[in-house]
């Protein structure tokens, strides 16, 4: 949907909501038909598979590479580094400590279902996966590599060579950095958490106990689903960061200006993507500033600077309860082993 449609929705259910705070409650069979018409479930990563065309060796080969720290100019960083698949597919600190101890500007989204958001990163500068996996690499707070340090140091690796030939077949150089961002982009998008309990309810299942059902209702019919809906509960749109009320400094740093700095244009001043909310409960701190640990505080505040409308207590207790029910079953990944390094294998700079 277009920014400014999607604004002015969020607008308009906030008005709407503005006046009343008593929502009726429907039948569990009700909120269940409701929530077809706005949501879809996780699909199992076989599915993800075979819609993607992806190959066994490919995605074996991204898996090394997710994990690879040598990719860094450091020897130190790999992608797991910021995207940990023990921690919820993100690393838990408000923002990302990169090359040399720099912090990076933003808190490092999920990769979990990540294949499932319309672009990638907090701007949507990066189209799809393939595009977000060489930003980080070359990112001087980040990684700070360029692509001939990786292509070198994986020419130099004989089983990288091996592999690369076996996942990229036909190719006459196939250890190239594009075809390094091709296979981390395979791994990345079998990253899917299928099964939530709120997946389970969408299928027919009474898997939501009262005060869930109760917080799936309030959180359609406050106005939460006009930027959060879809198969990963948001990821698909961009939004002002305060539709009604810009929050505080400490939540919305000034200098940073969200999706402006991609497009220069000023109708995306401190305009962000929708934030993901499959297992939201896994991945705080919150917001792209990285500044609110707590889940309900979080909820609260977008209902105040999104909405405009002072959630109370009970409300946000019901919503953040219906968002515990959007986590769904982890990525069980075996941890590889990687190759060994050479005599030719490009030595570590701090």
Not at 33 to 41: H, K, S, T
Not at 53 to 78: A, T
Not at 166 to 177: H, I, L, N
């Amino acid at each position: 949907m277009h920014k400014s449609l999607t604004t002015a929705l969020c607008a308009a259910v906030a008005l709407t909501i503005g006046a009343s705070t008593a929502i009726a409650q429907p039948t569990s069979a009700e909120l269940r038909e409701m929530a077809n018409r706005l949501f879809q479930p996780i699909p199992e990563a076989e599915v993800v598979i075979k819609d993607r065309k992806l190959s066994s060796d490919k995605i074996e080969l991204g898996k090394w590479l997710f994990f690879e720290p040598r990719l860094s100019k450091s020897n130190i960083i790999s992608c797991n580094t910021c995207h940990s698949i023990g921690t919820g597919g993100a690393d838990n600190i408000p923002t990302s400590i990169g090359h040399g101890w720099q912090h990076g500007p933003r808190n490092s989204p999920t990769v979990f279902n990540a294949v499932f958001n319309a672009a990638q990163f907090w701007d949507g500068r990066a189209a799809d996966l393939k595009e977000q996996a060489k930003g980080p690499v070359q990112a001087s707070v980040e990684m700070n590599a360029t692509p001939k340090h990786v292509e070198d140091t994986l020419r130099s690796i004989p089983e990288y060579v091996e592999f690369f030939a076996k996942a990229f077949p036909g190719e006459q150089q196939a250890v190239t950095f594009d075809n390094m961002a091709s296979a981390i982009e395979a791994f990345e998008s079998t990253l899917t958490t299928p099964n939530s309990r709120f997946d389970h309810f969408l299928a027919g299942k009474e898997t939501l106990n009262g005060t869930e059902l109760t917080g799936l209702n309030l959180f359609v019919n406050k106005g939460c689903v006009a930027c959060h809906s879809g198969i990963n509960v948001g990821g698909q749109g961009y939004f002002p960061f305060g539709v009604i009320k810009k929050p505080g400094a400490d939540v919305l740093p000034v200098e940073d200006r969200g999706r402006f700095t991609v497009t220069n244009t000023a109708s995306d001043d401190y305009v962000f993507r929708a934030g993901p909310l499959r297992n939201i409960a896994l991945t705080a701190p919150y917001f792209h500033s990285g500044e609110v640990w707590d889940l309900e505080q979080a909820v609260a505040i977008m209902g105040s600077s999104q909405l405009g409308h002072e959630l109370n207590s009970d409300d946000v207790k019901a919503i953040t309860a219906f968002l515990h029910t959007l986590t769904g079953d982890q990525p069980q990944v075996t941890y590889p082993i990687l190759p060994r390094s050479t005599s030719a294998t490009p030595k570590p700079q701090h």
